[in-house]
């Protein structure tokens, strides 16, 4: 079965560092989406991309964030000046049409 | 504001019990409900999903039931087991795709031997 891949499993970085979070979608999905999910809460949309650019974002997706599809497979989101409150779990998603397929998750650490 | 309310928290059900889980959206623009399950360190897996042109959509022991007037739909899991410890999320958005979906608080649930 198809699956969405993210790498790293695990990033713990200083905060003020930038971080790059990479997913791979599913080769023929044509939408792509980054969520996070706090420790123990809610699973909340970060932002949405198709046809290389954004088609919705979050207000939690500020100008620290930035996404880019640099090479037609990979999907990256890039935090530029992480806090600490950026901890949480980093969900790429991909979708043909409606249900996504959700990767394993990059767990962020700030420290 | 809370789109989409998810209840209970947490659920303790016995072995081949039901497990329901109920959730609420507040867009009546919505028009797909899906149900994803989560085990520990993993993303959220696709369970099952309705629109709100049918009242109930069944798959194996998973049922959504789906009330448009009320604005609420559920997760009953018939037979419950032990593997289906797990937590699970509802979800709600339009139908257009590339918007984003919203999603429930979750429900831890812990089926018993």
């Known amino acids: 079965e198809p699956e969405v891949t993210q790498t790293p499993s695990h990033q713990v970085t200083q905060m003020g560092q930038e971080v790059i979070l990479r997913c791979v979608p599913i080769?023929?999905?044509?939408?792509f989406y980054w969520y996070r999910q706090i420790l123990g809460q809610k699973v909340e949309f970060l932002v949405s991309?198709?046809?290389?650019?954004?088609?919705?974002k979050s207000e939690i997706f500020d100008d620290q964030f930035s996404v880019e599809r640099p090479d037609g497979s990979n999907f990256t989101l890039k935090i530029r000046s992480t806090k600490l409150e950026d901890s949480a779990m980093y969900f790429c998603?991909?979708?043909?049409?409606?249900?996504?397929?959700f990767g394993s998750g990059t767990r962020l650490t700030v420290v | 504001q809370q789109q989409v309310k998810q209840s209970p928290q947490s659920l303790i059900v016995q072995k081949g019990g039901i497990s329901i889980i109920n959730c609420a959206y507040e867009?009546?623009?919505?028009?797909?409900f899906p149900w994803y399950q989560q085990f520990p360190g993993k993303g959220p897996a696709l369970l099952i999903a309705?629109?709100?042109?049918?009242s109930e959509k069944k798959e194996g022991r998973f049922t959504i039931s789906f009330n448009k007037s009320a604005k609420q739909f559920s997760l009953h899991i018939m037979d419950s087991q032990p593997g289906d410890s797990a937590t699970y999320f509802c979800?709600?958005?339009?139908?257009?795709?590339?918007?984003?979906?919203?999603f429930g608080t979750g429900t831890s649930l812990t089926v018993i031997p």
């Open positions: 991309f198709y046809n290389n650019e954004i088609s919705e």
């Open positions: 998603a991909s979708t043909l049409d409606y249900g996504y397929t």
């Open positions: 080769s023929n999905h044509l939408y």
């Open positions: 867009n009546t623009a919505f028009d797909y």
């Open positions: 979800a709600a958005g339009p139908g257009d795709t590339g918007n984003q979906f919203y």
């Open positions: 309705i629109r709100p042109d049918v």
